[in-house]
């Protein structure tokens, strides 16, 4: 607490406590006598020195929370009380001022509103690729148990994929970690791990990116068990991915390569799932898609922008 003049332009502070210099970081000889409107920091969404003077000049005790620079430049926040005191003559001659420190408050408070508004960020990103799931899923005139199949297969998907970026705080998931949570569900009964290659570098993807490639990867998963390398017992997978120089900036090339399984031929119609991995990724990542039914298993080359903050080097 500080205790200013009041007959003095500025409020010109003439007693500070110890706690006041703590948090000021100011030594005694050098606050007193200076304006006490000068430690007053006007921020953006702070009260302005004229608020500030004008709660000073009240005749009734009142509190702002205002911004406060200390000695070595650094802000901090305070609830600040003021409160006149007045001679005998019921003149003011001085102001007495408290002040609570909120600096950590307000830290958390704007801490909570990040968290809260990136959880809406995740919410929004997630029904949308819900949304268009069911969409595309819709447009694929399917019976009412294959569109069901279709719909929860992708959802639960989807789940696999906020499980991962969940455990990695949704910062970045690796595409090594990614695609071997896409590929669980269909490993554990066929022994995945010894037929299918999995060859790159475990390059961190932004959510965003995980979520449309967790769906991308189950396609052509069940694609695979299906009717794919991986419908008999010595068909192989080999997915791989590098980044290649472009003149708009690095690009992520991801091949998922079937061999030694059954023959395969292009269809005469698009299928549902084929249209999940064109459409959705040239959607979502603004992706190039090929789709190539070779002789010895079916090809899909997914060319997208590389994460930012990652080049060819």
């Not at 809260?116 to 690729?129: C, G, M, Q, S, Y």
């Not at 017992?233 to 590098?242: A, N, Q």
């Not at 290649?244 to 390569?257: D, E, H, I, M, N």
């Not at 799932?273 to 080359?301: D, K, M, N, W, Y």
Request: proline letters at 4%.
């Amino acid at each position: 607490m500080v205790f200013t003049d009041a007959r003095s332009a500025g409020n010109h502070i003439i007693f500070a406590n110890d706690s006041f210099l703590g948090l000021t970081g100011y030594d005694r000889e050098e606050l007193l006598g200076i304006s006490f409107d000068s430690l007053v920091d006007e921020g953006s969404d702070a009260p302005t020195i004229s608020e500030v003077r004008q709660e000073f000049g009240s005749q009734r005790g009142a509190t702002l929370d205002i911004p406060y620079r200390r000695k070595d430049g650094s802000a901090f926040w305070a609830s600040t009380f003021v409160s006149p005191v007045c001679d005998e003559g019921g003149e003011v001659v001085q102001h007495f001022v408290s002040l609570v420190d909120l600096t950590r408050h307000r830290e958390e408070r704007a801490h909570a509103k990040l968290l809260i508004d990136e959880l809406n960020h995740r919410v929004k990103n997630t029904l949308a690729t819900v949304q268009s799931i069911v969409s595309q899923a819709l447009k694929a005139s399917l019976d009412p148990e294959a569109l069901r199949e279709a719909i929860e297969s992708r959802v639960f998907a989807l789940s696999r994929s906020h499980d991962l970026l969940t455990q990695v705080s949704w910062q970045e998931a690796g595409l090594h970690d990614l695609l071997e949570a896409a590929l669980e569900p269909f490993g554990a009964a066929l022994g995945w791990s010894e037929r299918v290659s999995i060859e790159g570098d475990n390059i961190g993807v932004p959510p965003n990116m995980a979520l449309a490639l967790g769906i991308a990867f189950h396609e052509l998963a069940t694609n695979a068990v299906k009717y794919g390398a991986l419908s008999s017992e010595t068909g192989l997978v080999r997915i791989s991915w590098s980044l290649q120089p472009s003149t708009a900036g690095a690009r992520l090339v991801l091949v998922w390569k079937e061999s030694n399984g059954p023959p395969v031929a292009a269809p005469s119609i698009r299928g549902f799932g084929s249209q999940v991995l064109e459409r959705g990724l040239a959607h979502e990542l603004r992706a190039e898609v090929h789709l190539e039914f070779a002789p010895g298993g079916a090809i899909c080359t997914i060319d997208m922008p590389a994460p930012k903050g990652i080049d060819n080097g």
